[in-house]
């Protein structure tokens, strides 16, 4: 770019699109200051909250101030969260002689709009200098004392509301939509003291209307008995007692040998029952109960050690035949030659048939796994999980934990199971060399079994700690990406990095443990290690007389290499052991609450044995079949609730009885305060929420009985927060590929947006 920006001064930033912390409302108005630190910031948090309007809302709030706020802010309205971000704009004006605000009061509505204009913008910061940008309530351009009007990124119009309404009549009256003597009508303040409407059961926000009378604005009530004072008294502070956010918890105690299974069997599943619904098409009357497939991974888990044992029986008949052969003479054509043939051949090919069963399956189970995981989460209920549960952790489950099972157990599942054998080979050996070996290796074995069991419950402990206390760490870097334009603008960026280093921190110090923890069974075994290396040599030297030199020359070779298969088998044992946490965490989320319906082949697991076809019971809805729901469309589009009852995560309803009709082509207006519940009709429509009670009816077909994905299809929504995928921006109008580039230019011909799109260097194909 060019020329040059000058800011002097600390700077306080309201964002057009309101950034909510996972915190309390307090302390997201707060933004890293202490209300309790002195009495002056106590009371200007009171007045922040005062003139953002949040008042009447503390009084609905389950804990007040100390209300948890989920991420992005899903518990509160859109008008609540613009509210919010001005409080803490507000609030920051103690440190702040710049404020900027960007078009501030978009999400709320003209009543609410110019109490919060009157009350903040012209009171509380009268003393600094106050930058607002306005898409919307431009009737409040003449209180301001200079007006730029920007057009294509070109100033076209600055001066005061007087200079502009004389030299600039034609543009302000296409600006405002107003007559230009408007910006030099006489301006009357709002009354200092105003009572609002609150409906105590779900209101949300509560201010007057306003009406214009004249050059004046008057504020009067909707409803005078049920008016209640915004509270000139101190703000009384609530303990938090309702948690919304959901704590990741650690399991508590080892892997069990079902996850082993488990994770086997999700490798049985055929891939076209996630990918082309083929086989749910084709064998919809088939139950794969979750039993069948357990036991199927227990009988492959079995083959597969079964052909690890005779892997390594190979390549102990391969060592003992070659040495009786070396021994005997070396004749080619002795049998003991064919043995030793025998076992390599045998050896060989268990080899490679155990490592390509083993990796083919593993790979398989993480890949059916995550498909699974991504169909619960897909289908997963909006208010029981995605409310509850944070960024971080699903994102901790689809990186980490699947990591973990496409590349380390397979990885270290197989060198365990090698070394294992490897470890009992040696003991066989010795005693089979020599029984008196079995005094020292059988006290050695409990020996070393009991140090594997004190360290891995230890070890998988702490590593279930450290995978736990990973992802606060990718929610804080989520959340702090999402808001970072407002952290600079507050120049807070120290404090949200230090806030970063002691999640960091805290990850950490349960990975420094566990390698600690690693660094002190090395040194046990290593030790352990010796002494039976130690005693077998004695014991060679003492029975040399009395035992074959073939069979002593053997188990000592095999015994020299103890100490570091010792160790290395305990390691990766207990390396296995923790890592097949990610496997049971993985499938901990094949149980997460579920949307109601969807269509049979789309059907989705909830069993956290394993991955089921879940058939839906037949059903219908004013005498249409199940195989004529799945084929539902509206045809005039009549839209009739009935009694509806919605409310979520079992708090109190926030529609009560809703009924009303929708007539073919009619247009209709739902307004109400922020709050009163307009989104939540839209939530009901679309099933994100099912209703407590009534009907929702399109065109007589109860809702409830059509497929979700059926109904979603046939409906369309603008959300009131804009939704944007990664791609193109074609992709972003039609995502399925479902219409031509004539009917999408023609769209954006009747948003206004052909030219603007006809700019961009690769036209629909801009990323």
């Not at 030099?184 to 306003?210: G, Q, R, Y």
């Not at 045809?635 to 509806?644: A, H, L, N, P, T």
Request: glycine content about 6%.
């Amino acid at each position: 770019g060019e020329g040059s920006v000058q800011v002097r001064g600390p700077i306080s930033y309201c964002a057009q699109t309101p950034w909510i912390q996972n915190m309390s409302l307090r302390n997201n108005v707060l933004f890293g200051q202490d209300a309790n630190e002195s009495a002056n910031l106590h009371t200007a948090y009171e007045k922040a909250l005062s003139a953002a309007c949040l008042l009447p809302d503390l009084k609905i709030l389950p804990d007040g101030d100390e209300t948890e706020i989920g991420e992005r802010g899903i518990n509160l309205s859109g008008g609540q969260k613009a509210r919010v971000s001005l409080a803490r704009s507000f609030m920051s004006a103690n440190r702040s002689q710049i404020i900027l605000l960007d078009d501030p009061f978009s999400a709320v509505d003209g009543n609410t709009g110019n109490w919060i204009f009157e009350h903040g913008v012209l009171h509380l910061l009268h003393d600094k200098i106050r930058i607002v940008a306005l898409n919307s309530h431009l009737h409040l351009l003449k209180y301001f004392h200079r007006i730029l009007v920007l057009d294509n990124g070109v100033i076209v119009a600055d001066g005061s509301p007087h200079e502009l309404a004389r030299n600039h009549r034609d543009l302000i009256a296409r600006v405002t939509g107003s007559s230009p003597d408007d910006l030099t009508a006489s301006v009357s303040p709002v009354p200092d003291s105003i009572n609002v409407t609150l409906d105590a059961a779900d209101a949300v926000e509560e201010p007057a209307s306003i009406k214009n009378e004249g050059d004046h604005v008057a504020f009067v009530n909707a409803e005078p008995d049920a008016n209640v004072d915004i509270p000139k008294a101190p703000l009384v502070m609530r303990a938090s007692t309702v948690a919304l956010i959901q704590k990741e918890k650690a399991a508590v105690g080892a892997v069990s040998y079902a996850t082993y299974i488990r994770y086997f069997s999700a490798s049985l599943v055929p891939s076209d029952f996630f990918e082309d619904h083929t086989f749910y098409e084709k064998n919809n009357s088939i139950n794969f109960t979750s039993w069948s497939r357990f036991v199927y991974g227990a009988i492959l888990m079995t083959v597969l050690l079964v052909l690890f044992v005779i892997a390594q029986l190979g390549r102990v008949a391969v060592d003992f035949f070659l040495m009786r052969w070396a021994s005997a003479g070396g004749d080619k054509n002795d049998d003991l030659a064919k043995a030793y043939y025998i076992s390599m051949g045998v050896m060989v090919a268990a080899l490679l048939l155990r490592s390509k069963m083993l990796i083919h399956f593993a790979i398989l189970c993480s890949k059916n796994l995550h498909a699974a995981v991504f169909r619960t989460v897909i289908s997963a209920s909006v208010p029981l999980f995605y409310d509850t549960h944070t960024i971080g952790e699903v994102l901790n489950r689809f990186s980490k934990d699947c990591e973990t099972m496409d590349v380390n157990i397979p990885e270290f599942m197989l060198q365990m199971l090698v070394n294992q054998l490897q470890v009992l080979s040696a003991f066989a050996l010795c005693i089979y060399a020599s029984p008196w070996f079995a005094l020292i290796m059988l006290p050695l074995a409990v020996g070393f079994y009991w140090m594997f069991l004190y360290f891995s419950s230890v070890s998988r402990d702490l590593k279930k700690l450290e995978s736990v206390t990973r992802s606060p760490i990718y929610a804080a870097l989520s959340e702090t990406l999402t808001g970072l334009e407002t952290i600079r603008a507050y120049g807070d960026t120290d404090r949200f990095f230090q806030n970063y280093l002691r999640r960091m921190e805290r990850n950490e110090k349960y990975f420094y443990h566990l390698w600690m923890c690693m660094s002190w069974v090395t040194a046990r075994l290593e030790l352990a290690s010796s002494f039976i290396l130690m005693a077998v040599a004695i014991l060679t030297v003492g029975l040399r007389s009395a035992v074959s030199p073939v069979a002593l020359g053997l188990a000592l070779t095999y015994s020299m290499n103890l100490t570091a298969l010792f160790q290395r088998t305990v390691q990766l044992t207990i390396d296995v052991t923790t890592y097949m946490t990610a496997t049971e965490r993985m499938c901990e989320y094949l149980t997460i609450p579920q949307e109601q319906s969807t269509l049979p082949h789309m059907a989705v697991p909830v069993s956290d044995r394993s991955i089921e076809l879940v058939k839906e019971k037949k059903s219908s809805s004013d005498g249409l079949e199940k195989k004529d729901l799945i084929k539902w469309a509206p045809k005039s589009g009549k839209i009739d609730f009935q009694d509806v009852v919605l409310s979520y995560r079992g708090n109190p309803p926030v529609l009560k009885g809703v009924s009303f009709s929708v007539r073919h082509g009619e247009r209709v207006g739902v307004c109400g305060r922020t709050g009163a519940g307009k989104s939540s009709l839209m939530v009901a429509l679309f099933r994100m929420v099912e209703i407590n009670e009534g009907r929702i009816s399109i065109d007589d077909t109860d809702i409830s009985q059509v497929p979700l994905q059926v109904l979603r299809s046939k409906l369309a929504i603008i959300p009131q927060d804009p939704v944007l995928l990664t791609g193109t921006l074609r992709f972003q109008l039609d995502p399925f590929n479902t219409f031509s580039d004539a009917e999408v230019w023609n769209v954006l011909e009747q948003v206004n947006m052909h030219e603007a799109v006809r700019s961009f260097t690769f036209g629909l194909s801009e990323p």
